[in-house]
C-alpha cells in the first residue's frame, strides 16, 4: 500500500467470551473504502461497556477489535468519505463508534442515527480501535485543536460525549443545581462541563478516591457530598444552601444524573432531587431499583440518555478545549494489555484508562 500504511499490524482481539484479556494479534490493515477513513489510532480508550464486550453481554461476532474510543490521524479516505469533504488526510480527529448505520429507519432520517438499530458498533459487534489503524465513519469524525492529545481525545467519543449529552437533556440554565451520582470516569469529566456550563454541582460518591479526585479538579463541583457517611436528609440541608438568598423554589438537585451502577446510588440521587425533578440514567447496572414513593411523591421523571452525534462531540470537543478540561488517565501500551485489564480490577482506581500508540512517554504510561 502507498502512503506509508502497511499491511498488517497490531491488533488487541477477542476470540470468545467470557474473556479474561485479549489477545495481541497480527492482522491485516483494513482499506479505506465507501463512507470509511483509516485512521492511524494514537489512543483509544477502555470503557465499561468494553469490560461488559469481554464478559460476554453482548454476544459473539468474534473475533473482534476492542475499544469503541478512537482518536488518531486520518491516512486515507474512501471514495464517498472524500466526497463529503468533511475530514482530509493528516486531519487529527476522534470519532464516534457507529458503523454502516443504515440511513433509513425513523431515526436515521431525523439524523438520530445514534438509535439506528441497523447499525454496527465499533468493539461491540464490529471491529474497534485497539489496533494501529481502524475504519471510522467519515462523517462521525471530528478534528479536535492541535493541543489536545490522542489520550485525552479518545475518552470525549463515548464518555465525554455521553456526560455532555445527558447534561444538555437536563436542560438547565445557569445557577440551576445539577446532581452527579458516581465521579469516576464519566462523572468526573461531567461536573467540569456543568461547572464550564455555569450550573450549581453536586458531586456525590461513596469511594474515597473518586472523592478525592472531585475535591482536586479546577472545576471541582460546589458541593461533594460522601454518601458513605451521609444521609439524604443530610445532603439536602447542603444543597439547599447553594440556592440564591430568597429562593422560593423546592428543596434538593432539580436534575440528577445517574453514572454508577450500584442500587445505593440510585436511591442516594432519587432521594436528593426536588420534586418535580428529573433523572437521568447514563449507567448501565444489572438491575433498577426505586421506591415508587420517590416517583410517585415527588413527581419524579426518569428518562435514559444514550452517547450523542457528531454535533454533540464537536461541542463536548469545543467545550473542553475552552475550560481545559482533563481527564485522569492511566496510560498504557499495547504490549501491557493485560495490566490494562488487571488495572480496571484493582481497588482504589479512579481516571480513566485510554490505550496510547504513541511512542513518546508521556502521562504515566505503562
Ligand atoms: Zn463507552
Ligand atoms: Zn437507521
Known amino acids: 500500500m502507498s502512503s506509508g500504511i502497511p499491511n498488517e499490524m497490531k491488533a488487541l482481539r477477542l476470540h470468545k467470551a467470557p474473556s479474561k484479556?485479549?489477545?495481541?494479534?497480527?492482522?491485516?490493515?483494513?482499506?479505506?473504502?465507501?463512507?470509511?477513513?483509516?485512521?492511524?489510532?494514537?489512543?483509544?480508550?477502555?470503557?465499561?461497556?468494553d469490560l461488559m464486550v469481554l464478559e460476554g453481554s453482548f454476544g459473539g461476532n468474534f473475533p473482534i477489535v476492542g475499544s469503541h474510543e478512537p482518536a488518531g490521524t486520518v491516512m486515507a479516505l474512501g471514495e464517498e468519505a472524500g466526497k463529503l469533504g468533511k475530514v482530509k488526510v493528516g486531519d487529527r480527529v476522534a470519532a464516534l463508534l457507529p458503523k454502516d448505520v443504515c440511513g433509513k429507519c425513523s431515526d436515521c432520517?431525523?439524523?438520530?442515527?445514534?438509535?439506528?438499530?441497523?447499525?454496527?458498533?465499533?468493539?461491540?459487534n464490529t471491529d474497534g480501535y485497539f489496533s494501529e489503524y481502524a475504519l471510522v465513519e467519515a462523517k462521525h469524525c471530528v478534528v479536535i485543536p492541535d493541543k489536545m492529545t490522542?489520550?485525552?481525545?479518545?475518552?470525549?467519543?463515548?464518555?465525554?460525549?455521553?456526560?455532555?449529552?445527558?447534561?444538555?437533556?437536563?436542560?438547565?440554565?445557569?445557577?440551576?443545581?445539577?446532581?452527579?451520582?458516581?465521579?469516576?470516569?464519566?462523572?468526573?469529566?461531567?461536573?467540569?462541563?456543568?461547572?464550564?456550563?455555569?450550573?450549581?454541582?453536586?458531586?456525590?460518591?461513596?469511594?474515597?478516591?473518586?472523592?478525592?479526585l472531585a475535591k482536586s479538579l479546577k472545576l471541582a463541583p460546589d458541593l461533594i457530598i460522601d454518601a458513605s457517611g451521609t444521609s439524604p436528609e443530610e445532603a439536602m440541608e447542603d444543597i439547599v444552601k447553594l440556592r440564591p438568598e430568597g429562593y422560593k423554589g423546592w428543596d434538593g438537585a432539580d436534575v440528577t444524573i445517574l453514572t454508577?451502577?450500584?442500587?445505593?446510588?440510585?436511591?442516594?440521587?432519587?432521594?436528593?432531587?426536588r420534586r418535580h425533578g428529573h433523572i437521568i440514567l447514563v449507567a448501565q447496572p444489572p438491575e433498577l431499583k426505586f421506591d415508587f414513593k420517590n416517583f410517585i411523591f415527588q413527581d419524579l421523571?426518569?428518562?435514559?440518555?444514550?452517547?450523542?452525534?457528531?454535533?454533540?462531540?464537536?461541542?463536548?470537543?469545543?467545550?473542553?478545549?475552552?475550560?481545559?478540561?482533563?481527564?485522569?488517565?492511566?496510560?498504557?501500551?499495547?504490549?501491557?494489555?493485560?495490566?490494562m485489564i488487571d488495572a480496571t480490577h484493582e481497588q482504589g482506581r479512579k481516571g480513566k484508562i485510554v490505550l496510547t500508540f504513541s511512542t513518546f512517554e508521556n502521562e504515566t504510561t505503562v
Open 109 to 124: 432520517t431525523i439524523g438520530d442515527w445514534k438509535y439506528c438499530g441497523n447499525s454496527k458498533y465499533g468493539g461491540i
Open 301 to 339: 421523571t426518569l428518562s435514559g440518555s444514550l452517547h450523542g452525534n457528531e454535533v454533540d462531540l464537536k461541542e463536548t470537543i469545543d467545550l473542553v478545549d475552552k475550560h481545559d478540561i482533563r481527564s485522569d488517565l492511566q496510560v498504557f501500551k499495547i504490549d501491557a494489555h493485560q495490566k
Open 260 to 273: 454508577a451502577d450500584p442500587i445505593s446510588s440510585q436511591s442516594f440521587g432519587t432521594s436528593i432531587t
Open 150 to 212: 490522542f489520550e485525552q481525545a479518545a475518552p470525549l467519543t463515548c464518555a465525554g460525549v455521553t456526560i455532555y449529552t445527558a447534561i444538555k437533556k437536563a436542560n438547565l440554565n445557569p445557577g440551576d443545581i445539577l446532581a452527579i451520582s458516581g465521579l469516576g470516569a464519566l462523572g468526573s469529566l461531567g461536573v467540569q462541563m456543568a461547572k464550564a456550563m455555569g450550573l450549581k454541582v453536586v458531586g456525590i460518591d461513596a469511594r474515597p478516591e473518586p472523592l478525592a
Open 21 to 49: 484479556y485479549y489477545e495481541l494479534d497480527d492482522v491485516p490493515v483494513p482499506k479505506a473504502e465507501g463512507s470509511k477513513v483509516l485512521l492511524k489510532i494514537g489512543s483509544a480508550g477502555l470503557c465499561h461497556t
